[in-house]
Structures are given as structure tokens and as C-alpha cells.
């Protein structure tokens, strides 16, 4: 039982992490996208289309992007 309950936990902890669209799709992650931006500077833009793909698909890996940094364009795009 105990085995069973774990080989749901390792699946569902890789659906999270496959089904992030940002992660998977969108490329290596930069500096600009990981760093927080102090008070006073622009904020980061969001990736629309994978925005609605996460909640579409999979809404946990929204959270995955958001904490990779993902989610987040890269700078000058």
C-alpha cells in the first residue's frame, strides 16, 4: 500500500513538472528572469500563451513556472 502511495506522489511530482509550459517549452531561463525587480524598476512581463496553456492544461504547473522564473519574457522581447 505504503509503495503504491508513493508511485502516485513520484507521478503527480512529474506531471507537475512536465506540464509547466514556461519550463518545458520556454527555453533555457535567464538572470533577468529569476531576479525580483527592486522598488522603482519595471516590472517583468508574462508569457501570455503559456500563462493560459499552465491553467488550461495543468494549473499546479503555473505555480512551477512562477518559481522558476519561467513564466516571465525575457529581456528586450
Known sequence: MK?????I???TALAAV???CATVFG???SEYQKTKPAAGQPQRNVRVAALICDILLFWP???V???TGAI???EGK
Do not use: E, M, W
Open 18 to 20: 512536465l506540464s509547466s
Open 61 to 63: 504547473g503555473t505555480i
Open 3 to 7: 509503495n503504491k502511495i508513493r508511485q
Open 27 to 29: 527555453g533555457k531561463v
Open 9 to 11: 506522489l513520484a507521478l
Open 65 to 67: 513556472d512562477f518559481a
Open 72 to 74: 516571465y519574457k525575457p
